[in-house]
């Protein structure tokens, strides 16, 4: 059962980081001339750029860290004793990795939408929510562990 949630997630993680290639590449065309590379946190002026390649750092860099941390995930896995301890610490990473993805996404889309002038940066609370999200499967997942120990 637990080697197809890995699957399940493993999947889903490949659709959002397709879909973070898929966003670029389309929305590259179509961005003006000048275009933001950074968003406004908490009051700072956008970086402001000529249309670059440097919009595609976003969907490498949401690439690199979802291939590195299932990399890294897998490393600890086989370290562990336990079979069901590793595959509930993949299981959690990949968990986690879906919400990263967002994050990732939701920043690459914001640049583009700042670029175009429809918003001016981030949608706060659905960033904070992704967050408190992150946050919230460290308990769910040591629970987890727990029930599955017994």
Known sequence: MQNKSIRILFIFNCILIASGWILAFYSYPRLPQQMPL???FYGQTPMMTDKSLLFFIYPLIQTL????FIWFSKVLAS???????AELLVDQV???LIF???IFIHIQSSLVLLARHIREGLNRSYLF????VILLLIPYYRLRAKIIKR
């Not at 370290?79 to 301890?85: D, G, Y």
């Not at 929510?129 to 408190?132: G, S």
């Open 38 to 40: 950074w968003l406004n």
């Open 65 to 68: 860290f979802v291939i590195i």
């Open 79 to 85: 370290r562990l004793k336990t079979s069901w301890k």
């Open 94 to 96: 990949l968990l986690n």
């Open 100 to 102: 990263f993805n967002l």
């Open 129 to 132: 929510a992704l967050i408190v």
